[in-house]
T-cell receptor, first 111, second 118 residues
Framework: QQQVKQSPQSLIVQKGGISIINCAYENTAFDYFPWYQQFPGKGPALLIAIRPDVSEKKEGRFTISFNKSAKQFSLHIMDSQPGDSATYFCAASTGTYKYIFGTGTRLKVLA | GAGVSQSPSNKVTEKGKDVELRCDPISGHTALYWYRQSLGQGLEFLIYFQGNSAPDKSGLPSDRFSAERTGGSVSTLTIQRTQQEDSAVYLC????????????????FGPGTRLTVT
């Protein structure tokens, strides 16, 4: 019940396309859902986060869509660029310090 | 300002040896976390420190793992009698607060220490 299931494991997108990464959870007590971006050799960096009182949050080319009833949330990267090539992790928290991370999605954007 | 720093960046050790990994959190951050990231896996929570409170050690995989945080700042993760399955990237993160009491959840990660046990 504490798991966060992330898909796909890897994703290849053409430059200018839309990248979509999905996460699903079971624990309805989760109330904070961040996405992290990790480049090789670097630690994860917070990209965007959402709380369940809104269904969508947009920051630049990055959008989180949140479906509370389906217990799913997704990251959309519009106009994907080669510089977006990285591993993306979703996470969930119950309002405590413990994040439960997904297993990651390796995104490659072709030039 | 300076981010979270970790040292060493890479560590190769022989099976059975002890290792110490260091984390310097962002100045002023009261919460500090250790995670383990195995190849192709997500981040596994290990331990959490918040101010002077007792640490949450619930994620430590065995009693060979321990961590300390001195003076509310620098932290050291120690792995005794290392095993090959300990090979992973060990990530440290810090945040202003560890909970939702009006503070920020955002955790800022260091670059990690890649540990290889041969």
């Amino acid at each position: 019940q504490q798991q966060v299931k992330q898909s796909p494991q890897s994703l290849i997108v053409q430059k200018g396309g839309i990248s979509i990464i999905n996460c699903a959870y079971e624990n309805t007590a989760f109330d904070y859902f961040p996405w992290y971006q990790q480049f090789p050799g670097k630690g994860p960096a917070l990209l965007i986060a959402i709380r369940p009182d809104v269904s969508e949050k947009k920051e630049g080319r990055f959008t989180i869509s949140f479906n509370k009833s389906a217990k799913q949330f997704s990251l959309h990267i519009m106009d994907s660029q080669p510089g977006d090539s990285a591993t993306y992790f979703c996470a969930a928290s119950t309002g405590t310090y413990k994040y439960i991370f997904g297993t990651g999605t390796r995104l490659k954007v072709l030039a | 300002g300076a981010g979270v720093s970790q040292s060493p960046s890479n560590k190769v050790t022989e099976k059975g040896k002890d290792v110490e990994l260091r984390c310097d959190p962002i100045s002023g951050h009261t919460a500090l976390y250790w995670y383990r990231q195995s190849l192709g896996q997500g981040l596994e929570f290990l331990i959490y420190f918040q101010g002077n409170s007792a640490p949450d050690k619930s994620g430590l995989p065995s009693d060979r793992f321990s961590a300390e945080r001195t003076g509310g700042s620098v932290s050291t993760l120690t792995i005794q009698r290392t095993q090959q399955e300990d090979s992973a990237v060990y990530l440290c993160a810090s945040s202003l607060e560890g909970g939702p009491s009006g503070g920020s959840y955002e955790q800022y990660f260091g670059p990690g220490t890649r540990l290889t046990v041969t």
